[in-house]
């Protein structure tokens, strides 16, 4: 028998032990008057009316440490918001009672009741005057000595990870107020938030290979949305000209660091403004979430310095190419003399890709990983943006950019196309590309074509990835470390 089997075992015979003596083990009426970060505040405004005579309280959590004493214990218990002592003794609690906690392990929830005091080395502690059992953990807690490193054991038992890893909490309590702080922009800005569909008849709004379902009742293929772009539009179409829409988005594609199947973005797109209104409005916003954090616009990732700090460089993609990536500026327009160039440089391109679509190839291998601080990059070629606006300037480009951080791509964004025909053609390009071989191009969608027909105004829209900005402002290397229950194959 292995140890964990023994601790089992051990366990559930306390178990029988406390239900034949008549404990209740999962009661429901204990209601905690406060948690134990409350606790911890008056502790600090009001310590004139704590002490054993002084004000009372009902606090619940988990013991995560026990000293037992004979007639006397120390414990150590967690509530959701914060950690705290209590102090058990057997002339006050009772001899039941006593004799009932004698039986518990650590990892039972329990509830505790009275006032405050100081012990010797000063630390507030928790005077038992009534002691329940809530929850009587069957598995025994990982040794908090090692807790869990396995990362595997860490994303598969999320659960244990937060009890046992602050680091872990830290992270998902991080998480959460960054989507806070994001929403209370734009509502600030005047954007009202919407829901689109998850189950899109047409896979559309990116590149990429979707997860595909069946409706029953419909009788109908059914998509899990790659992204919300299009739906979005239709509403800006329908009137509502500042909207935005945290939610899922869902690809077929590989796991990796930076790659989860299922992941959270924010789209928002907003009538009368341009791509550069909205670089101005990310740094905007991503300077404010930054500082309501950390109080400070920068921050440590992964050892670098990152600074949130408005005024991020915008840099065109060629010319990225030329100062960052280290092409010679001449060969830049000459499909041949690039192909070249890849191929001795051990850059897969194949032949039949276009310029522009080899263009931003040799930026994802030889730019993209340099860029560490805030940077737009802007001008992508029309073939690898089949949603953007052309641009005045040059017509094989767009009013694209794409936001990179710590070498990785953080928001894509653009002037939206409102011209109905333009949009039929670029989605006719990218149904060759399928008929070429490219799995990911766009379908064609007539029916978003007709809504542009009935009216667009001018437009500009954007997503942001919302599990890789957590990355940089939690400093953590995987995605799996800030998505609660990553996706991962079964135990064999």
Same mark, same amino acid.
């Given at each position: 028998?292995?140890?964990?089997?023994?601790?089992?075992?051990?366990?559930?015979?306390?178990?029988?032990?406390?239900?034949?003596?008549?404990?209740?083990? !999962?009661?429901?009426?204990?209601?905690?008057?406060?948690?134990?970060?409350?606790?911890?505040?008056?502790?600090?405004?009001?310590?004139?009316?704590?002490?054993?005579?002084?004000?009372?309280?009902?606090?619940?959590?988990?013991?995560?440490?026990?000293?037992?004493?004979?007639?006397?214990?120390?414990?150590?218990?967690?509530?959701?918001?914060?950690?705290?002592?209590?102090?058990?003794?057997?002339?006050?609690?009772?001899?039941?009672?006593?004799?009932?906690?004698?039986?518990?392990?650590?990892?039972?929830?329990?509830?505790?009741?009275?006032?405050?005091?100081?012990?010797? =080395?000063?630390?507030?502690?928790?005077?038992?005057?009534?002691?329940?059992?809530?929850?009587?953990?069957?598995?025994?807690?990982?040794?908090?000595?090692?807790?869990?490193?396995?990362?595997?054991?860490?994303?598969?038992?999320?659960?244990? *990870?937060?009890?046992?890893?602050? /680091?872990?909490?830290?992270?998902?309590?991080?998480?959460?107020?960054?989507?806070?702080?994001?929403?209370?922009?734009?509502?600030?800005?005047?954007?009202?938030?919407?829901?689109?569909?998850?189950? #899109?008849?047409?896979?559309?709004? %990116?590149?990429? =290979?979707?997860?595909?379902?069946?409706?029953?009742?419909?009788?109908?293929?059914? @998509?899990?949305?790659?992204?919300?772009?299009?739906?979005?539009?239709?509403?800006?179409?329908?009137?509502?000209?500042?909207?935005?829409?945290?939610?899922?988005?869902?690809?077929?594609?590989?796991?990796?660091?930076?790659?989860?199947?299922?992941?959270?973005?924010?789209? @928002?797109?907003?009538?009368?403004?341009?791509?550069?209104?909205?670089?101005?409005?990310?740094?905007?916003?991503?300077?404010?979430?930054?500082?309501?954090?950390?109080?400070?616009?920068?921050?440590? !990732?992964?050892?670098?310095?990152?600074?949130?700090?408005?005024?991020?460089?915008?840099?065109?993609? +060629?010319?990225?190419?030329?100062?960052?990536?280290?092409?010679?500026?001449?060969?830049?327009?000459?499909?041949?003399?690039?192909?070249?160039?890849?191929?001795?440089?051990?850059?897969?391109?194949?032949?039949?890709?276009?310029?522009?679509?080899?263009?931003?190839?040799?930026?994802?291998?030889?730019?993209?990983?340099?860029? +560490?601080?805030? /940077?737009?990059? =802007?001008?992508?070629?029309?073939?690898?943006?089949?949603?953007?606006?052309?641009?005045?300037?040059?017509?094989?480009?767009? *009013?694209? $950019?794409?936001?990179?951080? %710590?070498?990785?791509?953080?928001?894509?964004?653009?002037?939206?196309?409102?011209?109905?025909?333009?949009?039929?053609?670029?989605?006719?390009?990218?149904?060759? #590309?399928?008929?070429?071989?490219?799995?990911?191009?766009?379908?064609?969608?007539?029916?978003?074509?007709?809504?542009?027909?009935?009216?667009?105004?001018?437009?500009?829209?954007?997503?942001?990835?919302?599990?890789?900005?957590?990355?940089?402002?939690?400093?953590?290397?995987?995605?799996?470390?800030?998505?609660? $229950?990553?996706?991962?194959?079964?135990?064999?």
């Amino acid at each position: 028998m292995d140890k964990i089997s023994k601790l089992l075992q051990v366990r559930k015979e306390k178990i029988n032990e406390l239900r034949e003596s008549g404990v209740s083990l !999962y009661p429901n009426d204990f209601k905690p008057s406060s948690c134990v970060s409350e606790v911890k505040k008056v502790v600090g405004k009001e310590p004139d009316t704590l002490g054993e005579a002084g004000r009372q309280f009902s606090l619940a959590g988990r013991m995560m440490a026990v000293n037992k004493m004979g007639k006397s214990s120390f414990i150590r218990f967690k509530d959701g918001s914060d950690q705290m002592q209590a102090y058990i003794q057997k002339d006050k609690v009772g001899d039941e009672t006593y004799a009932m906690f004698k039986k518990l392990d650590i990892g039972d929830f329990i509830g505790v009741s009275g006032p405050l005091f100081q012990t010797r =080395t000063g630390e507030w502690t928790l005077l038992a005057l009534e002691f329940r059992l809530l929850s009587k953990a069957v598995r025994p807690l990982p040794e908090k000595f090692h807790g869990i490193k396995d990362p595997e054991k860490r994303y598969r038992q999320r659960y244990l *990870d937060l009890i046992m890893n602050e /680091t872990s909490r830290d992270i998902f309590l991080k998480r959460s107020q960054i989507v806070a702080a994001m929403r209370r922009f734009f509502e600030d800005k005047k954007f009202m938030e919407v829901e689109t569909p998850m189950m #899109q008849p047409l896979p559309g709004g %990116a590149e990429a =290979t979707p997860f595909k379902t069946w409706h029953n009742a419909l009788g109908m293929e059914l @998509f899990l949305r790659i992204a919300p772009e299009l739906y979005l539009k239709r509403l800006v179409v329908g009137g509502f000209e500042k909207v935005f829409e945290i939610n899922r988005n869902f690809r077929n594609e590989g796991v990796s660091t930076r790659h989860n199947p299922e992941f959270t973005m924010v789209e @928002f797109y907003q009538a009368y403004a341009t791509h550069e209104d909205l670089m101005d409005l990310t740094e905007e916003m991503f300077e404010s979430i930054v500082k309501q954090l950390n109080k400070t616009p920068q921050i440590e !990732y992964q050892g670098e310095t990152i600074d949130f700090s408005k005024g991020w460089k915008r840099i065109p993609m +060629i010319e990225s190419l030329s100062t960052i990536g280290g092409i010679d500026s001449s060969i830049l327009n000459d499909t041949q003399a690039l192909l070249k160039f890849a191929e001795e440089n051990k850059i897969s391109i194949t032949k039949k890709d276009r310029h522009g679509k080899i263009i931003t190839k040799l930026f994802d291998t030889l730019v993209e990983p340099k860029l +560490i601080q805030p /940077t737009f990059i =802007t001008g992508y070629p029309v073939e690898v943006s089949p949603l953007s606006r052309k641009s005045d300037a040059d017509p094989e480009l767009t *009013d694209r $950019f794409e936001l990179f951080i %710590a070498g990785r791509e953080i928001a894509n964004g653009f002037s939206e196309i409102n011209d109905p025909q333009d949009q039929y053609e670029r989605f006719m390009m990218q149904v060759r #590309q399928r008929d070429e071989g490219n799995p990911e191009a766009h379908i064609m969608d007539s029916e978003y074509v007709e809504a542009l027909e009935y009216g667009m105004p001018p437009t500009a829209g954007e997503g942001i990835g919302i599990d890789r900005l957590v990355m940089l402002l939690t400093d953590a290397a995987s995605i799996r470390e800030v998505i609660l $229950f990553p996706h991962m194959k079964h135990n064999a």
